[in-house]
């Protein structure tokens, strides 16, 4: 029987912003120094992404209880980590590099793989196997427009290489939540539609045949000629 996915909100705050500059916010500027050209075979600097990581961890998790509530968390089943906040200047930092620092693991006596990493791997959260690390936006919603559009066609795309240069990613987690939260949707409202290990080929066939309404998309992926280089 699978667990249960449990779910965990971090409110980042601006008062804690003020040891990052201006272009560690940046995300342009980051993948242009981490990562300048995707499509060679070289590696990131590990060194410097676990850093910028360990300097946004205190933006999410700014006091011990948090922390604590975290790693509480990061023992038990599946994990949805929601990063939410109103704040455009927050909004644009690259969450998805967020990393334990070493030193309160040592702290806490603790090592990544008390906490359920893998062995050999570095504790960024978007790395472990049980946790799904999402971006949430503001709480304020536009007004919707209805329209008679039939049943609703979702697609549902993810693309989890688990390579050297893309490390696996708990993508299972997000295909689960949304079948699960919408297996009681009668087919005469939704229609749904999966695509796992995408390709750009194939995610245009299936975009064309199929004409979604709505596209989740789950995993990692690289955009040649992309200003930000990433999705």
Request: contains cysteine; glycine residues 6%; charged residues 15%.
């Amino acid at each position: 029987m699978t667990a249960p996915i449990r779910d965990l909100l971090v409110t980042p705050t601006v008062a804690e912003a003020s040891h990052l500059t201006p272009a560690e916010a940046d995300l342009t500027w980051l993948w242009r120094q981490y990562h300048p050209d995707p499509w060679q075979q070289t590696a990131p600097d590990l060194a410097r992404l676990t850093g910028l990581g360990e300097r946004l961890f205190p933006l999410a998790f700014p006091n011990p209880a948090e922390r604590e509530a975290l790693f509480a968390a990061l023992r038990g089943g599946p994990l949805r980590l929601w990063i939410r906040s109103e704040d455009p200047d927050l909004t644009r930092l690259p969450w998805e590099y967020l990393c334990v620092p070493q030193s309160l693991l040592d702290q806490a006596g603790l090592s990544a793989e008390d906490l359920g990493w893998p062995a050999a791997t570095p504790p960024f959260l978007a790395l472990h196997p049980k946790v799904s690390l999402v971006r949430r936006g503001t709480r304020a919603l536009h007004p919707a427009t209805i329209a008679a559009i039939g049943a609703l066609r979702l697609l549902v795309v993810s693309a989890n290489p688990n390579c050297a240069h893309w490390p696996d990613a708990a993508v299972y987690l997000d295909l689960e939540a949304i079948h699960t939260e919408l297996r009681g949707v009668p087919a005469s409202h939704l229609q749904i539609e999966t695509l796992t290990g995408a390709t750009r080929s194939a995610l245009e066939a299936r975009l064309a045949a199929f004409r979604p309404h709505l596209l989740h998309f789950a995993g990692q992926a690289v955009i040649p000629g992309s200003t930000t280089l990433a999705i």
